[in-house]
């Protein structure tokens, strides 16, 4: 059984940046594309951004200029690199694994806060 395991988020002041990573518990085969969504209280999850097998990425335009995802292929993980963070960016991330057999592996979630 795959698990993907996410790093804590936390609170951070808006301004501020944080880093989540995202560690597949064992090798996964095909993998076609990783990637983060998040989901804010009373609305649904939507995609934050996502790195296709080939190294194209694409962001949602809320974060662009802000957030880069990048992986390392030899550790399975995925990472989220956010700076110049807003209140609105607080919600739970997921982490999401999708393969080229249409399987999808998600992480546990976290949660970033961003106040002052």
């Known amino acids: 059984q795959v698990q993907l395991v996410e790093s804590e988020g936390g609170l951070v002041q808006p301004g501020g940046s944080l880093r989540l990573s995202c560690a597949a518990s064992?090798?996964?085969?095909?993998?076609?594309?990783m990637g983060w969504y998040r989901q804010a209280p009373g609305k649904q999850r939507e995609l934050v951004a996502r790195?296709?097998?080939?190294?194209?990425?694409n962001y949602a335009d809320s974060v662009k200029g802000r957030f880069t995802i990048s992986r390392d292929n030899a550790k399975n993980t995925v990472y989220l690199q956010m700076n110049s963070l807003k209140p609105e960016d607080t919600a739970v991330y997921y982490c999401?694994?999708?393969?080229?057999?249409?399987?999808?592996?998600w992480g546990q979630g976290t949660q970033v806060t961003v106040s002052s």
């Open positions: 064992t090798s996964i085969f095909s993998i076609y594309a």
């Open positions: 999401n694994y999708y393969t080229n057999l249409g399987i999808d592996y």
């Open positions: 790195m296709i097998s080939d190294g194209t990425t």
